[in-house]
């Protein structure tokens, strides 16, 4: 996948999970490349977790929690970085 597309598919990831405008999300992933990247890494993540999940020993893979917590600790930081875009 090209990074255009990775990043593209992180936001749209990013924008489901949040509920946030797409258009404010857009417009913030256009200005703040940390937040587009933040957003790709969110995208990437959650791909490599469907990956492990999928597998049929899914249950036994040390991959499927170590993603699930990279999510979570990406989600977190999305929202944090959300609050202060919201308040600036």
Do not use: T
């Amino acid at each position: 996948m090209a990074r255009a597309d990775s990043a593209q598919a992180g936001l749209e990831r990013v924008a489901a999970k949040f509920a946030q405008d797409p258009g404010r999300l857009h417009g913030l992933a256009v200005a703040d490349p940390g937040f587009r990247e933040l957003c790709e890494e969110y995208g990437l993540a959650q791909e490599s977790l469907a990956v492990f999940e999928a597998m049929p020993d899914a249950a036994g893979r040390p991959e499927v929690p170590d993603y699930r917590a990279i999510i979570a600790e990406l989600e977190s930081e999305i929202d944090r970085y959300l609050g202060g875009a919201r308040l600036g």
